[in-house]
């Protein structure tokens, strides 16, 4: 059974009232609720635990790790950064959530800024699976409709995906690279972002089943770790 460690800041749910009555146990709680539903052994991980909650033990233990942050990244000590960039060049999965986009994590395994448009005013969006062959779109729709979400808007500063399975349309016309694959290492990384903290999108069951998609889909898989440096040539050959 796949170890999911739902990583999450967890400090706007405390403060703002808002986020409070949307998720009141927390964004992470309510991830590793329906993860747990679908069959995963999910635990959670906070930033103010010791180590933020990630050492050596859990991080051993973990097959994917999903990652929410929004106003406490650069809090993230710099020394678990590189514990967990390590564990996914070994193959551990990495799912990047929503305002993760601007986690120390994120930004180190992709080589750029991660910028992007963003706008606050409850629009409409829709999600359009244009990858729909792709593991993480199994059993999701044509499209999603969130009815009211952060707007992020391109240029998404991000490498150019593996696979890109979606993209998103908002009301005022954007458009958004929102679920984004790649690998790095033996590790699979997806980012998807719907998910803000002062509106239910992690209760809608079609964004809760893509999630769920995209653990199975990033398990680590406990490949042969690859020899490098010289290679002395046998003598029969391979
Ligand atoms: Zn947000």
Known sequence: MTTVTVWNEYRVEKEDE???????DGIHEAIADFLRDEGFDAQTATIDEPEHGLTDEVLDETGVLTWWGHEAHEEVEDEVVERVRQRVLEGMGLLVLHSGHFSKIFKRLMGTTCDLKWREEGEKERLWTVEPGHPIAEGIPESIEVPEAEMYGERFDVPAPDALVFTSWFEGGEVFRSGCCYRRGAGRIFYFRPGHE???IYHQPEIQKVLANAVEW???IGSTPPSFGNAPKPPEGI
């Not at 808002?18 to 009141?24: G, K, L, Q, S, T």
């Open 18 to 24: 808002e986020a409070r009555e949307v998720y009141p």
């Open 198 to 200: 002062t509106y239910p």
């Open 218 to 220: 990033a398990e680590d």
